[in-house]
């Protein structure tokens, strides 16, 4: 899994398609993310004693990592590369975009 939460991506496929948004949650076991705003149920929800009131409630729910592109600031979507640093503490692995090598 390449994306982190906090991540601006670009939404490919799907009924969201076009929209850019910010990941709030990553799941790498199941290869996906959840993008705010994105991909949205709609979830009746009947009154409880502990909510008070009942009506419908969004739920973003995760859509597969292949399905986002990552947002360069100055390129747009991209995809993303690596490049190692070396520091006192060891190897760094940092993020890169692939068109104009800046870091993410
Ligand atoms: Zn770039």
Redesign the pocket.
Same mark, same amino acid.
């Given at each position: 899994m390449k994306l982190k939460k906090g991540d601006r991506v670009r939404v490919r496929s799907g009924k969201d398609r076009g929209k850019t948004a910010e990941i709030m949650r990553v799941i790498p076991s199941e290869n996906k993310v959840i993008v705010d705003g994105v991909n949205v149920a709609k979830r009746h929800q009947r009154a409880t004693r502990a909510t008070m009131q009942g009506g419908i409630i969004d739920k973003d729910m995760p859509i597969h990592a292949s399905a986002v592109a990552i947002v /360069?600031?100055?390129?747009g979507p991209?995809r993303i590369g690596y490049r190692f640093e070396d520091t006192a503490s060891g190897r760094l692995k940092v993020r890169i975009?692939k068109? /104009?090598?800046?870091d993410l």
């Open positions: /360069c600031p100055t390129d991209t975009c068109k /104009c090598g800046g």
